[in-house]
């Protein structure tokens, strides 16, 4: 379909709302009409042809053969598609034989919907389609709708026709028709200030991902074909696909069946695709509605092929419920493991943030590749995303969890970048991720990175927030490009010395996105003094410090006598200063025993100022603690944590104190030959692993860590840890060690850093001419304009 009939349908239809349902309906519920009419009407003109042999075989059946129920096999044969309309009505015959009586016309309506087979009438339900027909008929418009929808200069068919002028009229395919539906639903949203909906695949995005799924296993295709979408939409992908392999004009020329297979949660976009499924001879029952990621519709199943555009930036949190419990992931299908720094397995947590959920549509097709031993081929993936794929997620998290399972099972064939403004409903940048579990042997252990990002060409007029597309030529070149697996650089220009527009590519071995997340300790230093600052802080939970010292400032010593009298002030307060409490929270400040507890750490603090420790100043935490503690060891009223509590509330970091020790540890003999084993390291370098020799044999002292200070390092998986922390962190933090008990690993992918090139600034003398050349030439029209010579 060209744009200019693109353009030429949706106006048509359009017009129909403005006509019709102007006074009827809000401009936003246009769609409620339309939508479902567009579907009506293709399926009705279909049907029209065959109206008679489908009544003469039900004469048959109920005459002849005394059915007591249709034999729908026969009805579906009569009709020529795997639905039928066992009503006498057509809706050109509802509106030529329509009187002025909407009732009628109503009951005639709704007779004729009722004699659809029950794959039609699901998507009449889904549309809610008698009760936008009952209300059109209420407010006399049914008539005028029916008049718009039977126009003869109208073709809503797959197959191309003639107006009553002789003029040919395209054919609506199946993508065509979502492009369609994808602009009402702009327009009829924009109108009703909503959102225009999800991200539709453009035609060439979709030939793109043809290419890259088919051609490399053109040759060795299976003799039945399974593909899948688990987010169809309107079914597009899925339809141009199948429509590619069996393109009896292309380079593959698939001799066996193919077999469509998709999910989609929207009842519209999924009663288009059903409808389509339906007129194109595929079986409506492989199209299933409702959420892909609560429901594992197709569990046990596996696909050969499996294309898909998911929704990005969608939070998925209403389904949570359905794939985790508590922190327990439920759902089989995201549920991975992975080995950890030291080669030990782990169930590992493949739940990316709630926020955005297209990678668990990646993942739950990656559970529904074929493995070998039941295809030699294996299966196949295209799958369209945003940059947050890429590298969102810290390590150990969902995201990098799941491109860390995905690469290190070398799933993951290539990326591919592509324009900004290539899709429908959004601008931002989007790429193609290829995966197969049947690598070629020169793919084996590598990812191939294509950065297409400048291969478009404007549009004449914008579809929504797409101006551009690739032309036939670029997807030939990406193509090309993938196919021959090579590094591909773009030209530079040599005078200017900029990259010149055109496709760049890298290969990688797998290991190059990975990286260990290690973590970088630095001592504690504390120095300690009782001062009445210090121990005042211990009269209020951490929690609630800004309303407890409020009470004590405003109530005194009656928020331990009096505290219920205050209640409401208390909570009053809270309220108008926006703190918000928990109902938890809110109990605690006003509990008598929570104001008792700290209320004894403060006496207690005071009792060890005046009694015991004035207000000396400590640069030896180590002291000072051992001093406390022994001066309270027989305080019974007193527990480990109140203990602590008035140490942490009385002691502060101070870079030139000495180093808090946490224990100290007798190593040696075999302990000694098992940690160095374990931390591959000799007895020397144990300090850099947080053992620090006492001076004594075999006695090393481990000091407290610093948690404002811990830093986190990134080290790629092809370098040493120990060597990374030798050459970029020791020369600048000597006093630092690593903690190899908690390193992590993560998978990220950048296409900036493997990409981008700096152009060098343009040097001064260059803009200073430029600057002399304009003010020269604005000079000149500003006498132009005031007439001077």
Not at 178 to 193: H, M, S
Not at 291 to 311: I, K, Q
Not at 348 to 372: C, H, T, Y
Not at 387 to 404: H, P, Q, V
Request: proline share 4%; charged share 30%.
């Amino acid at each position: 379909m060209t744009q200019q009939t693109h353009n030429k349908l949706v106006s048509f239809i359009w017009s129909i709302a403005d006509d019709c349902l102007r006074d009827v309906y809000v401009r936003g519920k246009y769609r409620d009409v339309i939508l479902p009419m567009v579907v009506l009407r293709r399926l009705d003109a279909l049907l029209e042809p065959t109206k008679d042999e489908v009544l003469e075989e039900m004469r048959f059946q109920k005459e002849e053969m005394d059915f007591t129920e249709w034999d729908t096999r026969g009805l579906e044969a009569a009709s020529g598609y795997v639905f039928y309309n066992t009503s006498k009505w057509t809706l050109q015959k509802l509106h030529d034989t329509a009187t002025n009586s909407q009732q009628i016309l109503q009951a005639n309506f709704e007779d004729y919907l009722n004699g659809f087979s029950p794959n039609v009438k699901e998507i009449i339900e889904k549309f809610k389609l008698k009760s936008q027909v009952r209300h059109m008929a209420s407010k006399d418009v049914l008539l005028d709708v029916l008049e718009k929808f039977t126009s003869p200069y109208i073709n809503l068919t797959p197959f191309e026709k003639e107006d009553p002028e002789g003029r040919k009229m395209p054919a609506l395919s199946n993508l065509g028709m979502g492009y369609v539906f994808e602009e009402l639903i702009r327009k009829f949203n924009e109108e009703n200030n909503e959102e225009a909906g999800e991200h539709f695949t453009p035609r060439e995005v979709i030939d793109l991902m043809t290419h890259l799924v088919f051609d490399p296993i053109k040759d060795q295709l299976p003799p039945v074909m399974t593909i899948y979408d688990p987010a169809c939409g309107s079914g597009g992908m899925l339809t141009e696909a199948q429509n590619f392999i069996k393109d009896e004009e292309g380079l593959i020329r698939a001799t066996g069946d193919v077999y469509l297979y998709g999910k989609e949660i929207n009842d519209e976009t999924y009663a288009i695709c059903k409808s389509d499924m339906m007129i194109k001879g595929n079986n409506p029952e492989n199209i299933r509605v409702g959420s892909t990621l609560s429901t594992d519709e197709f569990a046990g199943t596996t696909f050969d092929f499996m294309l898909s555009n998911p929704p990005y930036g969608k939070s998925w949190s209403s389904e949570q419920k359905y794939i985790k419990d508590g922190k327990d992931v439920i759902d089989p299908r995201f549920k991975i493991t992975l080995k950890n720094y030291w080669g030990v397995e782990e169930d590992a947590d493949a739940i990316p943030r709630s926020s955005d959920g297209q990678l668990l549509f990646l993942m739950e097709m990656v559970n529904k590749m074929k493995p070998k031993h039941q295809s030699t081929s294996g299966s196949r993936i295209a799958s369209v995303h945003n940059g947050s794929s890429l590298f969102t997620g810290d390590a150990g998290g969902g995201e990098s969890n799941i491109r860390r399972y995905i690469i290190e099972n070398d799933l993951l064939e290539a990326i591919i970048q592509m324009p900004n403004n290539l899709f429908y409903n959004t601008g931002i940048t989007t790429y193609i991720w290829l995966l197969s579990n049947n690598k070629a042997k020169n793919r084996t252990g590598k990812v191939q990175l294509i950065d297409g990002g400048q291969l478009f060409r404007k549009l004449r007029k914008n579809l929504g927030n797409k101006n551009c597309e690739f032309a036939p030529g670029h997807i030939d070149e990406i193509v090309k490009v993938y196919a021959e697996m090579q590094a591909e650089s773009r030209k530079i220009d040599k005078e200017t010395n900029a990259e010149v527009p055109g496709i760049a590519a890298q290969v990688f071995d797998n290991q190059d996105f990975g990286y260990y997340k290690v973590t970088i300790e630095r001592p504690k230093r504390l120095k300690a003094q009782f001062s009445p600052e210090r121990i005042e802080e211990l009269r209020y939970d951490k929690q609630l410090k800004e309303p407890m010292q409020w009470a004590w400032e405003t109530f005194g010593k009656e928020v331990y006598t009096k505290l219920k009298d205050h209640e409401k002030e208390i909570l009053a307060w809270t309220e108008e200063n926006d703190l918000n409490l928990s109902s938890k929270n809110r109990k605690k400040l006003l509990s008598p025993k929570v104001w008792e507890k700290h209320q004894k750490l403060v006496n207690n603090a005071y009792k060890l100022e005046s009694l015991f420790f004035g207000d000396t100043l400590y640069n030896d935490f180590n002291l000072f603690r051992k001093e406390v503690l022994d001066f309270l060891k027989n305080r019974k009223e007193l527990t480990s944590s109140d203990k602590n509590a008035i140490l942490s509330a009385v002691s502060w970091y101070d870079a030139k104190a000495e180093k808090v020790i946490k224990k100290k540890e007798k190593l040696s003999g075999e302990k000694l030959s098992t940690l160095l084993a374990h931390l591959s390291c000799t007895e020397e370098q144990l300090p850099d692993f947080g053992y620090f020799p006492t001076g004594k044999a075999g006695e090393y002292v481990i000091f407290e860590t610093e948690s404002d200070l811990r830093d986190y390092e990134n080290v790629p998986l092809k370098e040493q840890i120990y060597g990374y922390f030798l050459e970029e962190v020791k020369p600048h933090v000597p006093e630092a060690w690593i903690n190899l008990d908690a390193p992590k690993i993560g998978y990220e992918i950048s296409f900036n850093k493997y990409f981008y090139r700096h152009t060098p600034l343009r040097s001064i003398d260059t803009i200073a001419k430029e600057i002399l050349e304009l003010e020269e030439k604005n000079e000149g029209l500003i006498m132009d304009i005031l007439g001077i010579s």
